[in-house]
């Protein structure tokens, strides 16, 4: 059997969530019985007749906080919401690797220079960590939130939205806050982590906040982004970790010609 830290196993799991969009394309029909802040968001997010997908292949560039330092970074992502994800980046040239979950199991592997590994983890904290990316970064596939796919929402205010969901037989709140034509302005969800380096895991809040949103193809997404832990308290300004922006994005079943803005 193939590792799944080898490059090949990365090529391999990257092919397996490339999943094809469901039938028939999106519609009023998609929003019936949702409250109406719901599908405020629903209608910002997806243009009427866009393919309902499942999964994207998404670019990035930003700056990565290490040691303190904010390095600049450059990442590919292969991502499906409700099945998982492969990220390769490289930060500051010199650091590349990945992170990638799917089937409950989640991993990392990250080298220096491609020859010193500087971090490589897997485990049950990983996978339930891993888990929680990946339904945080549900955002950039808006389709992939419809109540076709088994996720439950509920407005809590005109302005309040949470999005119930079920990953490998975990159960996640995604929360997000729009704005008055239904943009997200942020999200956050208790996340497994160990953001403090403690060596005590637990659930801390983990989450983004919008600084541009921008339109690809037939989705709008927040696009230039913060994230984070303890989003929303005082502990924000050292729990934000990423700065980054989405440079390209397309669903796996249009064409190359839909990858920009």
């Known amino acids: 059997m193939t590792s799944m830290t080898s490059t090949d196993g990365l090529d ?10 469901d039938p028939g394309r999106f519609s009023d029909d998609e929003l019936a019985g949702l409250p109406g802040p719901v599908a405020r968001y629903f ?31 450059r990442a590919h992502e292969v991502f499906a919401p409700h099945v998982g994800f492969v990220w390769r980046a490289r930060v500051a040239v010199v650091i590349a690797g990945s ?31 891993s888990a929680a990316r990946a339904v ?26 949470t999005a119930r969901l079920t990953l490998d037989g975990t159960d996640f709140e995604l929360h997000l806050r729009i704005d008055d034509e239904g943009g997200v ?7 497994w982590g160990d953001p403090d380096q403690s060596g005590d895991w637990a659930e801390h809040r983990f989450g983004m906040q919008t600084i541009e949103t921008r339109t690809f193809g037939s989705s709008t997404i927040p696009a230039v982004v913060r994230v984070g832990w303890f989003p929303d308290t005082a ?26 803005p």
């Open 99 to 129: 992170d990638r979950y799917a089937d409950a199991h989640g991993a990392m592997d990250w080298k220096l220079l491609r020859l010193f590994r500087v971090a490589r983890a897997a485990g049950p904290d990983v996978a339930r960590n």
């Open 185 to 191: 302005e942020s999200m956050w969800l208790d996340r």
């Open 43 to 73: 209608r910002a997010a997806i243009a009427p007749g866009a393919p309902l997908a499942r999964a994207v292949d998404v670019d990035m560039r930003g700056h990565l906080k290490l040691n303190r330092r904010w390095l600049p970074l």
């Open 235 to 260: 502990r924000w300004a050292e729990g934000e970790f990423i700065r980054c922006g989405v440079t390209a994005l397309a669903p796996v079943d249009t064409s190359r010609e839909d990858l920009h």
């Open 136 to 161: 945080a970064e549900a955002v950039w596939v808006p389709t992939a939130l419809l109540p076709r796919f088994g996720v439950r929402w509920q407005a809590e205010t005109q302005r309040e939205l």
């Open 12 to 21: 391999s799991l990257e092919q397996r969530l490339r999943r094809p969009a």
